[in-house]
């Protein structure tokens, strides 16, 4: 099957397009751009999700790589796209390399590439290593010879991760009082680290869907999704909790449900997220948003004095827009945001702990900072 880019990298059915046999020709695609650039020792960094032959495929990714002389950081388990971005960064390597196929049906998957800065590289830059694709037969290297010899490393970013989530929160809010959480994992790779970022902030975590299934319980791992957070829902009422979140399968996109479990759309959390960076915390930029979202936010920008910028729909849109200019906050209609001072990527758990410090900073429920929200933005 032909091997085809989209505007986020690489997708495919598994088993289909998705196979060992074409990752290892897209691999060498990749290690031919670094082996011209120069890139081979500043490296590499792969990560993968939980879904079927995510780690044979991020596996098969590591060895094509070694076989070029290629140093590379393999994490050590399934973890969500912000965590694979923010370790790109960390590590100080030339790209980064995900293999999930984010919030889709278990049968997709994909290969994404993610810059030195921690998000997708450009689509100029996507496009060049397209054109690469099936110039040079793959080389490749035995697995185990390539850790001898040091070319693939595993590693593990998590509690750096973690601790860079909580490093912009405020230390004040922190402390007011103690809330009860419900997460939800959705069965993906980004749950276990919502609720232990979480627990580091005093909050009580009611887990639910934590464990790694790649079936996702018979759903694609998609908050957006109404008819697959019923369970949450039901979940918040029954323990009384404060508010319960849904993290998607690949971690970059959240939705939340409030204390009377009810769910929050996508673009409500976008316009409270952005009032709180905005009124709490003091920041400013512009605030991107694609089309299909409502004129809450551009009431925001017009109440506290920052440009609104919209764009088409579709996430790469976004990103452009987030790579040239200075961005307080960017989002979809379903969710999706970035908080470029965070890191330039969809990270659907910072959104969360900054939907805590929100909570905590202002001492009201879910419902009620929704309720003000609404009324700032409709008067």
Known sequence: MEIVFGPEGWRGRTADALTLPNVRIVSQALADDLVERQAEEQGVVIGYDTRFLSDAFARVTAQVLAGNGVSVYLLDAPAPTPLLSFAVRYHGAAVGVMISGNHRAPDWNGLAWKGPHAGPIMTSELKYLAA?????????MEFEQALEQELIRFANCDEP????????????????????????????A?????ATAFEELGSDVIRMRLRHDPLFGGIAPDPAVSEYLTALQEKVIETGADFGVAISGD?????????QGRVVSGQDLFSLTALHLLRERGWSGSLVKTSDVSKKIDRLGDRY???????????????????????????????????PRHMPERDG????????????????SLSRSLDEMRTIVEN
């Not at 690469?132 to 490749?140: C, D, L, M, N, Q």
């Not at 004095?305 to 088409?312: F, K, P, S």
């Open 190 to 194: 980004g749950g276990e680290l919502m």
């Open 305 to 339: 004095e920052q440009r609104v910028r919209e764009v088409g729909k579709g996430f790469k849109k976004v990103q452009d827009r987030v790579q040239r200019e200075d961005v307080l906050a960017a989002g979809e209609s379903n969710g999706s945001l970035i908080i």
């Open 161 to 188: 991760y973690v601790h860079h989530l909580l490093r912009l929160l405020s230390v004040s809010a922190r402390k007011k009082r103690r809330l009860r959480i419900v997460v939800d994992g959705m069965y993906g």
């Open 349 to 364: 758990l910072f959104v969360g702990v900054l939907l805590l410090e929100h909570l905590l900073w202002t001492e009201q």
């Open 251 to 259: 971690g970059g996109r959240l939705t939340a449900v409030d204390e």
């Open 132 to 140: 690469k694709v099936g110039r040079t037969a793959p080389k490749t």
